[in-house]
């Protein structure tokens, strides 16, 4: 089941946060950057703003939250993004994340584009969203909480794109 979060599911998603993180990034990025980036990012204060201004979803498996995804909403140009996806590693595999996928995708009705940005050695969430249609656009260095990465850009066409 699928639905949409509350307030009451902060410390949960904080949880499923913590613990997807570290078995997806472990050996990818240092401890205390994880660390640093999870302090920030799901901090109640970033929690309320995303709860207001993004598509918050959560994954329920026999009533216990599993997964969230946080999409936020169009844009004037019709882009919307895929912030977060994350489930907890007993769960993967098992179509959570496709629904996720699903249901977010069905809020962004006006929309033409959903990027979603990936660390480029994350090969099991490349591989994820390449099979749910998304395309590699670009990949890309840069600095994650102070740590140089690499980032892999993806989108996935809401509406075909104009020919021009």
């Given at each position: 089941?699928?639905r949409?979060?509350?307030r009451?599911?902060?410390?949960?998603?904080?949880?499923?946060?913590?613990?997807?993180?570290?078995?997806?990034?472990?050996?990818?990025?240092?401890?205390?950057?994880?660390?640093?980036?999870?302090?920030?990012?799901?901090?109640?204060?970033?929690?309320?703003?995303?709860?207001?201004?993004?598509?918050?979803?959560?994954?329920?498996?026999?009533g216990?939250?599993v997964?969230?995804?946080?999409f936020?909403r169009?844009?004037e140009?019709?882009?919307?993004?895929?912030?977060?996806?994350?489930?907890?590693?007993?769960?993967q595999?098992?179509?959570?994340?496709?629904?996720?996928?699903?249901?977010?995708?069905?809020?962004?009705?006006d929309?033409?584009?959903?990027?979603?940005?990936?660390?480029?050695?994350?090969?099991?969430?490349?591989?994820?969203?390449?099979?749910?249609?998304?395309?590699?656009?670009?990949?890309?260095?840069?600095?994650?909480?102070?740590?140089?990465?690499?980032?892999?850009?993806?989108?996935?066409?809401?509406?075909?794109?104009?020919?021009?």
């Amino acid at each position: 089941m699928i639905r949409s979060m509350t307030r009451h599911d902060f410390e949960t998603v904080r949880q499923i946060a913590a613990v997807s993180y570290d078995d997806t990034y472990e050996g990818i990025l240092p401890k205390e950057v994880q660390e640093s980036f999870l302090t920030r990012a799901y901090a109640s204060p970033m929690m309320m703003k995303r709860l207001e201004k993004t598509t918050m979803l959560i994954a329920e498996h026999e009533g216990r939250p599993v997964g969230f995804a946080n999409f936020t909403r169009v844009d004037e140009d019709g882009d919307a993004e895929l912030t977060d996806i994350y489930l907890l590693p007993d769960y993967q595999g098992m179509g959570f994340g496709g629904a996720l996928l699903e249901a977010g995708i069905s809020t962004l009705e006006d929309g033409h584009q959903l990027f979603v940005y990936v660390d480029s050695q994350n090969e099991g969430a490349r591989l994820f969203y390449e099979k749910q249609g998304f395309e590699l656009l670009e990949e890309f260095d840069e600095l994650f909480e102070g740590y140089p990465t690499s980032t892999a850009q993806y989108v996935y066409y809401l509406k075909a794109p104009a020919l021009v």
